[in-house]
């Protein structure tokens, strides 16, 4: 069983940054792919970035964010972290990790995961 546990968000002007944590328990962590997804107020789960866990030079973004978030990983510290930059509004919403075993790229839709964190909000002002 892995535990998920994120940290990092809160309140940011639009055009800040924040920069999210998520510490896996339980497990070998190397070998999950991760991701981040969120979910806005009366919108669906959406995916927003992951990263394999075999090759953590492989990584996926939802097209609205590319260019502006970064995933990345550290396993000598079962830790997974998304760089936020230049946020807009749009970019409010719950930001959950999620981690799953994937023997080929990684998926997008949030069923392709078996472990999940509880979420850390994320608000950004105008």
């Known amino acids: 069983q892995v535990q998920l546990v994120e940290s990092g968000g809160g309140l940011v002007q639009a055009g800040g940054s924040l920069r999210l944590s998520c510490t896996a328990s339980?497990?070998?962590?190397?070998?999950?792919?991760m991701a981040w997804f969120r979910q806005a107020p009366g919108k669906e789960r959406q995916f927003v970035a992951g990263?394999?866990?075999?090759?953590?030079?492989?990584?996926y973004y939802e097209d609205s964010v590319k260019g502006r978030f970064t995933i990345s990983r550290d396993n000598s510290r079962n830790t997974v972290y998304l760089q936020m930059n230049s946020l807009n509004v749009e970019d409010t919403a719950v930001y959950s990790c999620?981690?799953?075993?994937?023997?080929?790229?990684?998926?997008?839709?949030?069923?392709?995961?078996?472990?999940w964190g509880q979420g850390t909000q994320v608000t950004v002002s105008s």
């Open positions: 999620a981690a799953g075993t994937f023997y080929y790229g990684l998926s997008r839709t949030p069923n392709g995961y078996d472990y």
């Open positions: 990263i394999r866990g075999s090759d953590s030079s492989t990584t």
């Open positions: 339980g497990g070998t962590f190397s070998t999950y792919g």
